[in-house]
């Protein structure tokens, strides 16, 4: 169960999630943690993306990050751009005993168009998004390249493209992966009414080859459809961040459900309040018949872009809505920038959160876990202690079988001379 930006999968039989770690690295270089919560004994550990893409346009470790199992990505972002000719590339790590051991580098076939832009794992299988890569027809449409793992080596044995390879179009924005099907977002895709309304591709594997399953495209004309994606089985949602249908930039998120090879559009997910520029569905996350979806930059309680959490829950055919705050939260923090879910543990990310001033000169960034098993359960803030360094934290978060994996985006400089950790406890 796999989400743009965030994962889903099963936890095992442990309690709840119990401390995150952050370290930060030189420079424009980032990092990201993954930490494993499966007693009071829980640790973590941070890990690092290869520093050679490192960039004068600037790389972000960590710009998207994904977990399965034993098998971990983290992605070296590059600013990217229609004109971007630096790569970024994707780190592979596996569960090794006690710790986490980097065996991999994912790199592009060519140069340039934001590899790493997001990434996503299932079992053997990778899918990294490249939003501006350049095709033939000479528009920088982007694509998605599948990565597989045979005898425990990594394979690059598809590049997905979209239909229209003419102009932006920004397909490999939103990937995500499970059990043979593939679904990868393009926001910028041109409505056939015109403007940049956004569409989503559905390729499965068979016999070895990808193949296009299905366009879906929005009902009405709902800009950046295809920003966020994620994909539980034969259950797809897609957000819309910016959809217009009843405020500029409020948001919506979108159910299909595949029967056969079609794929049908059974719900509409959305506040109960849609609000100019909320961004309803920036982040979303999809687990059995729980969705959870971020709504960053949504006023409210907390105050102007405080943002929230939705957690919407599937019975007897009808979805039920939940709207969760920050407890602690305050104007621009961004909380549910993102999200992810395991079974009843749900993780929210607030960008901007725990900051007095919000700059790129100010560290920044808190992690919240949602025990749903727990009657009346708030989000819980994980406490960040002696953080000094500037970076943008929880910008991406995943979490499966007990662990959770957090970035931290370097996007400033740095004088520090060594590395740090700050821990997170409850």
Request: charged share 20%; hydrophobic share 35%.
């Amino acid at each position: 169960m796999i989400a743009s930006g965030g994962t889903s999968g099963d936890r095992g039989d442990d309690s709840s999630l119990l401390a995150v770690a952050r370290r930060d690295l030189l420079h424009t270089m980032g990092a990201a943690t993954i930490f494993s919560g499966r007693s009071a004994a829980a640790k973590s550990e941070a890990v690092t993306a290869s520093s050679e893409s490192s960039s004068e346009n600037g790389a972000h470790v960590g710009g998207a990050v994904d977990l399965d199992g034993d098998t971990a990505l983290v992605s070296t972002r590059v600013v990217a751009g229609p004109t971007t000719t630096e790569s970024g590339t994707v780190a592979v790590y596996r569960a090794a005993g006690s710790g986490w051991k980097r065996t991999a580098t994912l790199t592009p076939e060519t140069t340039g168009g934001g590899f790493g832009d997001s990434v996503t794992v299932d079992g053997s299988t990778v899918v990294v998004g490249s939003g501006y890569h350049e095709h033939a027809a000479g528009g920088a449409a982007g694509s998605a390249t599948v990565f597989t793992r045979t005898a425990g080596t990594w394979d690059r044995t598809r590049t997905l493209t979209p239909t229209a390879t003419a102009g932006l179009v920004q397909f490999g924005a939103a990937v995500a992966v499970d059990d043979g099907t593939a679904v990868v977002g393009a926001p910028q895709a041109r409505h056939p009414e015109g403007g940049r309304t956004g569409s989503v591709d559905l390729f499965t594997l068979s016999n070895g080859t990808w193949n296009r399953e299905t366009t879906l495209v929005p009902v009405t004309e709902r800009e950046r459809f295809g920003h966020s994606v994620a994909l539980d089985s034969d259950v797809a949602i897609v957000g819309a961040r910016a959809d217009r249908s009843t405020v500029e930039d409020s948001g919506v998120v979108c159910v299909f459900r595949r029967s056969g090879h079609r794929w049908r559009r059974t719900a509409r997910l959305a506040p109960e309040r849609t609000g100019r520029d909320d961004r309803f569905g920036e982040a979303i996350a999809i687990d059995g018949s729980t969705v959870v979806v971020g709504a960053p930059s949504e006023t409210n309680a907390n105050g102007s872009n405080a943002g929230a959490a939705y957690v919407f829950t599937r019975a007897g055919g009808r979805w039920r809505r939940r709207k969760y705050l920050a407890p602690d939260g305050s104007s621009d923090e961004r909380f549910g920038t993102s999200v992810a879910v395991s079974d009843e543990t749900v993780v929210i990310g607030a960008e901007f959160g725990g900051r007095a001033e919000h700059t790129d000169q100010q560290p920044g960034g808190t992690i919240y876990v949602l025990d749903r098993r727990r009657s009346g359960a708030v989000p819980t803030a994980l406490d960040r202690r002696g953080q000094t360094t500037p970076t943008h934290l929880a910008t991406a978060v995943a979490t499966a079988d007990g662990s959770v994996l957090v970035n931290a985006d370097g996007r400033t400089h740095s004088t520090q001379t060594s590395d740090y950790m700050d821990v997170f406890e409850p």
